[in-house]
């Protein structure tokens, strides 16, 4: 049982160029988010997925665009980096809607030159 | 700015004594949840206290509520150093759906 699984783990970009992330889970759950997370920072919230068919903007959505694929897949892209966008990026998913814990994967790690 | 700001930013404590770390939150919620994480790693769901909840317990951990004030605080007894972590508080929103989490507290347990 994988959990939440992120690709890839590592990315290094050129100023400009455009990437998308990827994020799959296994536990069947309803909603699904992306998280972005600077050094010596707290998470802030980029999109999340409430369900399948739904996407919504969190605190800091500028520079980027989802697709909730399916139920299991929840991808972020970067369509033009910016150095500014360097940054750890966590996928997560809640299994129920009123209450539940969010699992996390373990992070990608991107870097804009 | 987030909706949750955690005190202190950073604690250092002996192994064995308690550490205590509050957040505090600005909009009304539905339930208020704690996670930590280790070295960059994923995080990890510690404990979830609903609205309509005072105060939890799950083994050395204690949770309290205060939804007058729009504060919550973390308590670990008797600190081990495996405990060494980033502890963050998520807060989530009426919809039940909106997770929002602050700016987390760098524990440090010493030997």
């Known amino acids: 049982n994988a959990g939440v699984t992120q690709t890839p783990k590592f990315q290094v970009l050129k100023t400009g160029q455009s990437m998308t992330l990827q994020c799959a889970q296994d536990?069947?759950?309803?909603?699904m988010y992306w998280y972005r997370q600077d050094p010596g920072m707290g998470l802030r919230l980029i999109y999340y997925?409430?369900?399948?068919?739904?996407?919504d903007k969190g605190e800091v959505p500028n520079g980027y665009n989802v697709s909730r694929l399916n139920k299991r897949e929840f991808s972020l892209r970067l369509e033009s980096a910016a150095p500014s966008q360097t940054s750890v990026y966590f996928c997560?998913?809640?299994?129920?809607?009123?209450?539940?814990?969010?699992?996390f994967g373990e992070g990608s790690r991107l870097t804009v030159l | 700015s987030q909706q949750g700001e955690e005190d202190p930013q950073a604690l250092s404590i002996q192994e064995g004594e308690n550490a205590t770390m509050n957040c505090s939150y600005k909009?009304?919620?539905?339930?208020l949840q704690w996670y930590r994480q280790n070295s960059g790693r994923g995080l990890v769901h510690l404990i979830l206290?609903?609205?309509?909840?005072r105060e939890k317990h799950s083994g050395r951990l204690r949770v309290t509520l205060d939804t007058s004030k729009k504060s919550s605080s973390l308590l670990i007894t008797a600190s081990r150093a495996a405990d060494t972590a980033s502890y963050f508080c998520a807060t989530v929103g009426s919809s039940a759906s909106k997770i929002i989490f602050g700016s987390g507290t760098r524990l440090s347990i010493r030997p």
């Open positions: 997925s409430a369900s399948e068919g739904t996407t």
């Open positions: 206290i609903r609205s309509n909840e």
């Open positions: 909009t009304s919620i539905n339930n």
């Open positions: 997560a998913s809640k299994g129920t809607v009123n209450t539940g814990e969010l699992f």
């Open positions: 536990m069947n759950h309803n909603s």
